[in-house]
Structure formats: structure tokens, C-alpha cells
């Protein structure tokens, strides 16, 4: 295979993950996105509930984008409270992390089982059992792409060119900075995670490096949430910024101790792989929790500034 047929190879097998990560959670949407905006809207009431809400419906459809534009979405429309956005928000950090386990654990492997399932619910099921096989069939095909990405990713770990430009991401900001714009480019932090796991994986990236990769990643999904709400009224494009604050303020927290962190993580997961996610997780419980337990203190100040039209 020559140098070109192997980046469109892989390029190839990376729009496929995008495609299915975006047909994944647009059927999961459509299936109960009724249901979905009604309990987000019940939320309001605790932040506790909230944030776990906000996690759960992240790990669930792999999109913490969506999740933040359909929260911001909501509060332009009145439907949900600002505190309780806010808690929404926070909670999405922590169900993001779930794309890199699905790699680390090496659940990928189920992506042919579950995509052919789908499709024979889709077509030879009941009219009511189609949605959820519409949804089986894209969950087994982002689990597919994953896998093809590997496999197209593993003759890397053999290009001394690669290896050395890969090197360079082993410093701790290059690392974060192109996890950053990464995540803005592909508009998916799932895309940046799971290919940091899949590059660790085929022994390509250093585990730290791919350590600094996705606390980059967090950083620049909020890109998605900054786009959705240009076209929303003024709450709901405070409301993107602060997001953009809060993923920037827990990179912050975590800056000074970031090469410890990452070396600590690396020396005590059982495998490589299982260090990114585990650093994946540590990072945004702890960042999360953090911001969740002092909401109450800042949330009054920041709703006055962002329904403030001046």
C-alpha cells in the first residue's frame, strides 16, 4: 500500500467514526428526544440530578457536544433554569470520558455483532422495535470504525517520521494544545479520545502523551457549544462561555501537578490503554466535583452577568 492510499485509508476510517458517532446520537435523539427534554427540564430542582443526568445522557449517546448545545438550546428557550444548565454541563465532563473505556476495555470487538443486529431489526422488526435497531446498527458501527481505525493506525508505530512527530506531543503543552484544536477541527472530544487510545494501543503515542491529549480534548469540544449558541439569544451564548470557562478552568487546576499526574496514572493502570482512561475519568470527576460542590457560590453571580444585555 503506498504513503496515499493509506491516508485515505485512515482518513477514511476516521470519517466513519464521525458519521456513526452522528447517526448514533441523532437516532438516540429521535427515539426519545421528547422524553430527553423533559427530564433535562425536571432537573432543575437539584444540581445533583442534574449533573447526573447531564452524565448519564452523555455516555449514553457519545456526544457531550450534544448534550451541551441541547442544554444551552434549552435555557434560550426558557425550559431549563441556568443553575441547573450549568449542573447539566458539569455532569457532560464525566459521561464524555465514556468513549475511551469502550476502547480500553476492548469493547470494539462487539461492533459487528451489535451493527448487524441493527440492521436485522431495521428491516425485518415490528414498526416499534425499528428505532431501537436503528440505534443498535449506528452503536455497532461506531464500535466498527474504532476497530478499522486500529488496524488502519497500526503500520505508524513502524514510521520513524511519525514517531518523531508524535514525540513532540510527549511535552505536556504541545500535548494539551493539540488536543485543543484536534477536538475544534473534528468538532467530537469521543474522535480525540478514542484515537489517543487506539494510538496507545498500537504502541504509536506515549501514554502520557495521550494523557495530555484528551485533557486538551476537553477544552476544545466546547468549540461545538460556542457554534450552536451564535445564533441563540445572549443567556444562551453566556452560557457556551462559561462552559468554555469551566473546561478551562480544570485544566488550570490540573496544570501545575499534569506531568505528575500523568506519570502517576501511567505506572498504577493495568495497561496502558486503561492509564488514558483512567486519567480521562480521574481528571473530569475530580474537576467536576469540584465545580458542583461550590456552584451555589458562584451560580447567582454569573446568571446576573449572563442575562446582563450590556
Not at 78 to 84: E, K, N, P, R
Request: charged share 10%; net charge positive.
Amino acid at each position: 500500500m503506498t504513503d496515499w492510499q493509506w491516508i485515505f485509508s485512515a482518513v477514511s476510517a476516521i470519517a466513519l467514526f464521525l458519521y456513526g458517532l452522528s447517526g448514533f446520537s441523532r437516532e438516540l435523539l429521535d427515539a426519545g428526544g421528547t422524553r430527553l427534554q423533559q427530564w433535562l427540564a425536571r432537573a432543575t430542582a437539584n444540581r445533583f440530578v442534574a449533573a447526573l443526568l447531564g452524565a448519564g445522557f452523555t455516555a449514553l449517546i457519545q456526544s457531550s457536544s450534544a448534550v451541551t448545545s441541547l442544554a444551552i438550546a434549552l435555557v434560550d428557550g426558557g425550559v431549563l433554569s441556568f443553575s441547573a444548565s450549568l449542573a447539566i454541563l458539569i455532569g457532560a465532563n464525566v459521561g464524555t470520558t465514556a468513549t475511551a473505556w469502550l476502547v480500553s476495555l476492548k469493547l470494539t470487538a462487539l461492533g459487528p455483532i451489535a451493527l448487524s443486529l441493527g440492521a436485522l431489526l431495521s428491516a425485518l422488526a415490528p414498526a416499534r422495535w425499528k428505532p431501537i435497531g436503528k440505534v443498535l446498527f449506528y452503536f455497532g458501527f461506531v464500535l466498527f470504525a474504532l476497530d478499522l481505525i486500529g488496524n488502519e493506525l497500526l503500520p505508524l508505530r513502524n514510521n520513524p517520521a511519525v514517531v518523531s512527530a508524535l514525540a513532540q506531543a510527549g511535552s505536556p503543552w504541545i500535548g494539551v494544545l493539540a488536543g485543543i484544536v484536534i477536538t475544534a477541527l473534528l468538532q467530537s472530544s469521543s474522535v480525540t479520545t478514542g484515537l489517543a487510545v487506539v494510538l496507545v494501543q498500537q504502541q504509536v503515542l506515549a501514554t502520557e502523551a495521550a494523557i495530555y491529549l484528551v485533557v486538551g480534548a476537553n477544552v476544545g469540544t466546547t468549540v461545538t457549544g460556542l457554534i450552536a449558541s451564535a445564533s441563540m439569544g445572549m443567556l444562551a451564548r453566556k452560557t457556551a462561555l462559561i462552559n468554555t470557562g469551566f473546561k478551562l478552568a480544570g485544566a488550570a487546576l490540573f496544570a501545575p501537578a499534569l506531568v505528575l499526574f500523568a506519570q502517576t496514572v501511567a505506572r498504577h493502570a493495568p495497561t496502558p490503554e486503561m492509564a488514558v482512561a483512567m486519567a480521562h475519568l480521574i481528571f473530569n470527576v475530580i474537576s467536576s466535583a469540584l465545580f458542583l460542590i461550590l456552584l451555589p457560590l458562584y451560580v447567582k453571580p454569573l446568571e446576573r452577568w449572563a442575562r446582563r444585555t450590556g
